[in-house]
């Protein structure tokens, strides 16, 4: 069965700065893959998922991510961050359309 | 238009009661996934609904239980509670089945179980 590894919980940093939440999965098969974004007191909005095609991924508000077989990785970039994407982010998997895994979170924290 | 609405927002239960959660879809949407959300965890999937049917299970044992309507909204039932159960449960809905789908996601229902 698939897993997912989001190896930072928190990253704090600089506003205008860039930043990269790293995510990785392990499974054997293909897989589709997702990051979320919780504010506080708020559900999960979908930033970008990943299902077949180009490995570069563009999603909404800036966010990017790239899928890498070969390194089982879809990390999530954004060049210039913004004191509004302070939240929590979250990377999941899904295997052959079934079950769908999610990582611990990463809270980002940006700082003025 | 309406997003994803859940009820209650809170609930408190003791243990060895029983619960039921209700979830209307966003507008246009013909289906309804539910997870479960720990304290400082990522969300963990229960179950998918599509055509009033259970099409995906995630690791959760039988106590759990849902159910569609023919409007589309849900219900997800969860017999003999567990202190264990206490968390945010969060109901998505998108359209077509699948897991692939953009899942658009309610607030959720904060469950205390005591």
């Known amino acids: 069965a698939q897993s997912v590894t989001q190896l930072d919980s928190q990253v704090p940093v600089f506003e205008e700065a860039p930043v990269e939440l790293r995510c990785n999965y392990s499974?054997?098969?293909?897989?589709?893959l997702f990051w979320y974004v919780q504010y506080p007191n708020q559900g999960l909005q979908l930033l970008l998922k990943?299902?077949?095609?180009?490995?570069l991924v563009k999603g909404i508000n800036g966010f990017e991510a790239e899928f890498n077989k070969s390194q089982t990785s879809f990390h999530l970039r954004k060049p210039s961050v913004h004191i509004s994407d302070t939240a929590e982010y979250f990377c999941?998997?899904?295997?052959?359309?079934?079950?769908?895994?999610f990582g611990a979170g990463t809270r980002l924290t940006v700082k003025p | 238009d309406a997003g994803v609405t859940q009820s209650p927002t809170h609930l408190i239960k003791t243990r060895g009661q029983q619960v039921t959660l209700r979830c209307s879809p966003k507008?246009?949407?013909?289906?309804v996934s539910w997870y479960q959300q720990a304290l400082g965890q990522g969300p963990q999937f229960i179950f998918q609904?599509?055509?009033?049917?259970?099409?995906q299970r995630g690791n959760f044992p039988d106590r759990f239980s849902g159910h569609q309507f023919p409007n589309y909204s849900s219900e997800l039932n969860v017999n003999a509670l567990l202190l264990g159960d206490s968390a945010l449960y969060l109901c998505?809905?998108?359209?077509?089945?699948?897991?692939?789908?953009?899942?658009?996601f309610g607030p959720g229902t904060r469950l205390l179980v005591l």
């Open positions: 998505a809905s998108s359209l077509g089945g699948g897991l692939q789908e953009t899942q658009y």
């Open positions: 499974s054997s098969v293909s897989v589709y």
């Open positions: 990943y299902l077949s095609g180009s490995t």
């Open positions: 999941a998997v899904s295997e052959y359309n079934n079950d769908m895994r």
């Open positions: 507008s246009g949407h013909d289906t």
């Open positions: 609904y599509y055509e009033e049917e259970e099409r």
